[in-house]
């Protein structure tokens, strides 16, 4: 019977052992480029940093040294047990965390910052996790490897590696929108294709298209100026999931105007 019971959890083990894969070997990043990466991302008081493959934990231990809350995420139960006794040695146990995980099995979501130094084809694989995971504004900071057309904020040098990258995550702002401004006429229907932070907005009013200018997406911060013969939108404004909102010049000649816009994700 306890044999029964015992190959009963083994078997229903079998299937999460088996999804979790080493995917990249345990190399340290040097002290002084984990101090870059510190930089590179601002990371202090306020920000919670999940380490990806968080190896003898330096990276979250050093975040944890300026302020900063975090935890990581470490398939290698010696290495996570080596991370928490550094922690403890450090001082700063109460603040970070070393869980035994497989990271394509973990939610990194509360994250403001995320790090890595994994191998190009898991960065790649992690691409689209994180663009659809992390909140608008997160920052994530990759040792050596980039994401491909995703393209960086900085690209800065390190010490021994292929350098160190940043970006911050946009809002997800693709699609079909309708756009209506406070006390100005019928809808505008807005339409958006994103490639990450890069954006190609398309407006449509009561009279045609418009050329745009000044586009631009940070984060949940969206800009972009609309321009026709007839008149000029200067919009500004935040995004909030299925929602935009924030202010628009309208400057229809000599006259020039403030108004509530808001958008919503049709
Ligand atoms: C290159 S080391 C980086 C260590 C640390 N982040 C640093 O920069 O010093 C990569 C780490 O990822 C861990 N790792 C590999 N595959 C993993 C997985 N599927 N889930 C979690 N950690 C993993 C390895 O054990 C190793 O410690």
Do not use: K
């Not at 083994?10 to 101090?35: C, G, H, I, N, Y």
């Not at 968080?54 to 290495?79: F, K, N, Q, W």
């Not at 990271?103 to 663009?131: E, G, H, K, N």
């Amino acid at each position: 019977m306890a044999r029964m019971v015992l190959l009963g959890m083994l078997s229903a083990m079998l299937p999460l052992l088996s999804l979790a894969e080493f995917v990249a070997p345990f190399v340290v990043t040097p002290q002084r480029d984990v101090e870059r990466m510190m930089r590179l991302a601002d990371i202090g008081p306020g920000d919670y940093v999940i380490d990806l493959g968080s190896g003898d934990g330096r990276i979250v231990i050093t975040a944890a040294e300026r302020g900063a809350m975090g935890h990581g995420i470490e398939l290698d139960p010696g290495l996570v047990r080596e991370a928490r006794l550094r922690a403890e040695g450090a001082g700063v146990a109460d603040r970070v965390a070393f869980v035994n995980e497989d990271l394509f099995q973990s939610d990194f979501s509360r994250a403001t910052v995320v790090t890595m130094y994994l191998m190009p084809d898991v960065v790649m694989r992690l691409r689209p996790i994180l663009f659809e995971t992390l909140a608008p504004g997160t920052r994530i900071v990759s040792n050596s490897f980039d994401m491909g057309d995703w393209r960086p904020e900085q690209h800065v040098s390190a010490a021994v590696s292929g350098g160190l990258f940043l970006w911050i995550v946009p809002a997800d702002v693709s699609g079909h929108w309708t756009v209506t401004i406070d006390g100005h006429g019928e809808p505008m229907r807005l339409e958006v294709d994103q490639h990450f932070q890069d954006i190609e907005p398309r407006l449509e009013g009561r009279d045609q298209g418009y050329f745009m200018e000044d586009v631009r997406l940070h984060a949940d911060r969206i800009d972009f100026h609309a321009v026709n013969r007839h008149r000029s939108y200067r919009f500004s404004g935040r995004v909030e999931g299925d929602r935009m909102l924030g202010y628009v010049h309208i400057q229809e000649g000599d006259e020039v105007a403030v108004a509530h816009w808001q958008a919503v994700r049709s």
